[in-house]
DNA sequence: ATTATAACAATAATAATTACTATTATCGAA
DNA sequence: TTCGATAATAGTAATTATTATTGTTATAAT
């Protein structure tokens, strides 16, 4: 059974807020804001809870931190190899692929994982000019 | 410049020969057999190096260890939610995606990771009679 | 209000990986 | 073929990210 806490409420609301992935210690800067004592851990332990509930998402991106997504929505996010910057990308789920993947396989494919890499709109040369 | 070294060689040997996408650890246990004082250190330097070089290739699961390909040419993974292994799936490069990604998006798309996950043939439940 | 227990803060522990340091191996040049 | 510069090594310590433990507090059902 799971009880109602504010820390976490918290988190999901900041999660709510951005669009920009924050990792798990952005979450914990901004929370103790209003709950100085709060706990990484606290923090750590409501991402699992809140993303086994589906009510965040976790990216892991390979280097670094896991970053954390509050829109649950499926949608597929973009890397920045320059600045580092996690995009979301509005495009349409590619459901096709997971076909594509099992014709040639015989075990049973659920779905994909699958983000992009780049450089984002800020850190193209021709951007330069423009700051 | 990069000088020749044994170990490395060893590790790349190693990883060419298997196809169960191992661990660092797992590269480390099987060195060791012929490097007994090989430091897990020097595997995970070299693994990073030879990713460098583009003649092996790192994949990161985000659950657990990191694993790691001898084969470097271009292709996708599928990961049994069951029993946990990486598996190699025979399909062609879908480059099409990132001019998908790219239509609605400012920046430069240069490529993408995707990795599919389900269960592989030995966990799927009809399979079980078979054992 | 009482009570069971989920969630907490604080902290320790773990897992995976990277960094440091003194020694050894590689390799081009003398 | 030795010499010297330095890349790579082994051994170890440190770091990073995350999970577990423990005693206390908050939540919510009775």
Redesign the pocket.
Known sequence: ????????ERIKDFLADRYDHP???TVYMSVKKD?P??????V???L??LEELGEIQKI?TGI???RFDGNAAPHYHFFCTECGAVLDLKMESMEHIDQLAESQFDGEVQGHVAYFFGKCANCLPEKKFKN
Do not use: C, H, V
């Open positions: 059974m799971i009880k109602y806490s504010r820390q976490r990792t798990a210690e709950f004592n709060i706990s990484l851990g606290t750590y332990r409501n699992s809870l892991s670094g931190p896991d």
